[in-house]
């Protein structure tokens, strides 16, 4: 099977945690657009969604899906989102796509965060996807300075994030600096240590509120991991 038929399969997969009536929050990158089209099929059942990033929001629009602001919904059953790593007790990094920010404030109001992921995101330990930190534009440099006094290991670096020869603008005006080289061995901690700079607005380590439940694809099927 292909990455597409793995995410697809996944994105089938988690259509059975959505709860009829509710609102569906709603994650990015390519497989959550593939749990999109899944949820367009079921659109009737379900009272709309909250998106985590603008992308989210068109596409959803696209397929005729009420969107929510997140200030209108007080609960959600779930939060359905892909992510770039993710470790055997539901550990992940996210961010690949820019809508770490959003994707983390939406998902802390969902009673449940259920991951679709392709088998090539299980990883023992997170790092070797780049780390992404959203950071206000104008603390680029005294952030970069902060997150190098962390001693994060000798292969560690620090880049800006550029898009079609521009820094990387995220729907919330702001930067993102991409770590390099880690090798995370406590991804809470590291979590709660970038947390604290300041400047740093969030960091794509989703760790100490990880998933809850992963969907895993492989090609002998579906696994489903609980956390
Ligand atoms: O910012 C993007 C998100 O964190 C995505 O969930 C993550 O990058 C995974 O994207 P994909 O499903 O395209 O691999």
């Known amino acids: 099977m292909t990455q597409d038929e793995l995410k697809q399969a996944v994105a089938r997969e988690a259509i059975k945690y ?20 899944e949820l367009a099929k079921i659109k009737d059942s379900i009272k709309g969604a909250v998106a985590s990033s603008e992308a989210t929001a068109e596409r959803l629009r696209g397929h005729g899906i009420d969107v929510f602001e997140l200030n209108q919904v007080a609960r959600m059953s779930v939060y359905i989102d892909g992510a770039d790593e993710i470790t055997a007790q539901g550990a992940m990094i996210k961010g690949g796509g820019g809508a770490l920010t959003r994707e ?9 965060f259920i991951c679709i992921a392709d088998a090539s995101k299980l990883v023992k330990t997170l790092g070797k996807f780049p780390l992404p930190v959203e950071v206000i ?12 006094k962390l001693n994060l290991g000798p292969d560690c670096e620090i880049e800006l994030r550029f898009k079609d020869g521009k820094p990387f603008i995220t729907d919330n005006g702001c930067i993102i600096l991409d770590i390099i080289g880690l090798k995370i061995a406590d991804p809470v901690a590291l979590e709660a240590q970038i947390n604290q700079i300041t400047g740093v607005v969030s960091v794509g ?6 998933a809850n439940v992963c969907l895993l694809g492989a090609p002998d099927g579906v696994k489903t991991m609980n956390f």
């Open 137 to 148: 534009p104008m603390a680029q440099s005294a952030v970069a300075r902060q997150l190098m």
């Open 205 to 210: 380590l989703f760790a100490k509120q990880g």
């Open 18 to 37: 959505v709860v009829d009536g509710e609102i569906v929050g709603v994650g990015t990158g390519s497989t959550a657009n593939f749990f999109i089209d």
């Open 104 to 112: 983390k404030i939406v998902a802390s109001v969902a009673e449940k």
